[in-house]
């Protein structure tokens, strides 16, 4: 079946303005995350939806990012003022949600801030 | 400290030989355990997860966890050139706010020459 879809694949933004990342995850699978990944650092997690359940948000850096699921299904992340410092690779994955959660990553969105 | 950490790389090993790829993790609770492959410009793939102490084979790869030293290591038997790729090793941590939010290791890169 289809995997994880996301949108843009790539995204060249001015600083300080805002962009949205779009996810559409594996269908059925009720678990979302939006990790990071910058050149020269690790994976690093932003945010968790489960199911209906508020989001865990721990991960994100700083209040310009935020990140929402509609209908229990596609995410939207979203940078407010982007700064030079959020290029990156962001990468969504899904998962059923279950004990042992494996996750599916999608292609990645590389956003590069000028 | 870093909480997941993988043996420093790049690793090169011949054709055919087995590649061994390490990682440690601090979070004693821990309770699966995952490594991706990621080719340059590419999103993380999955190759195996691991939750039992001991060994758990697929085809040319075999995971190994052991809780108790807090280690879990893959070896690719039979090394291809199309191994080549960087390996992340990830922990999902014990259960309560932080589950599902994977920690990622630094990553492995791994070269198989011909």
């Known amino acids: 079946g289809a995997g994880v879809s996301q949108s843009p694949s790539n995204k060249v933004t001015e600083k300080g303005k805002d962009v949205e990342l779009r996810c559409d995850p594996i269908?059925?699978?009720?678990?979302l995350y939006w990790y990071r990944q910058s050149l020269g650092q690790g994976l690093e997690f932003l945010i968790y939806?489960?199911?209906?359940?508020?989001?865990?948000k721990s991960g994100l850096p700083s209040d310009r990012f935020s990140a929402e699921r509609t209908g229990g299904s596609v995410s939207t992340l979203t940078i407010q003022r982007t700064q030079q410092e959020d290029s990156a690779v962001y990468l969504c994955?899904?998962?059923?949600?279950?004990?042992?959660?494996?996750?599916?990553f999608g292609p990645g969105t590389r956003l590069t801030v000028l | 400290q870093k909480e997941v950490e993988q043996n420093s790389g790049p690793l090169s090993v011949p054709e055919g030989a087995i590649a061994s790829l390490n990682c440690t993790y601090s979070?004693?609770?821990?309770?699966?355990f995952f490594w991706y492959r990621q080719y340059s410009g590419k999103s993380p793939e999955l190759i195996m997860f691991?939750?039992?102490?001991g060994d758990k084979e697929d085809g040319r790869f075999t995971a190994q966890l052991n809780k108790a030293s807090q280690y879990v290591s893959l070896l690719i038997r039979d090394s291809q050139p199309s191994d080549s790729a960087t390996y992340l090793c990830?922990?999902?941590?014990?259960?309560?706010?932080?589950?599902?939010?994977?920690?990622f290791g630094q990553g492995t890169i791994l070269t198989v020459h011909p």
């Open positions: 691991i939750y039992s102490n």
């Open positions: 990830a922990v999902n941590p014990g259960g309560g706010t932080s589950y599902g939010k994977l920690t």
């Open positions: 939806f489960q199911g209906n359940s508020a989001p865990d």
């Open positions: 994955a899904s998962s059923l949600g279950l004990a042992v959660d494996t996750q599916y």
């Open positions: 979070d004693r609770g821990s309770q699966s």
């Open positions: 269908s059925g699978h009720t678990a």
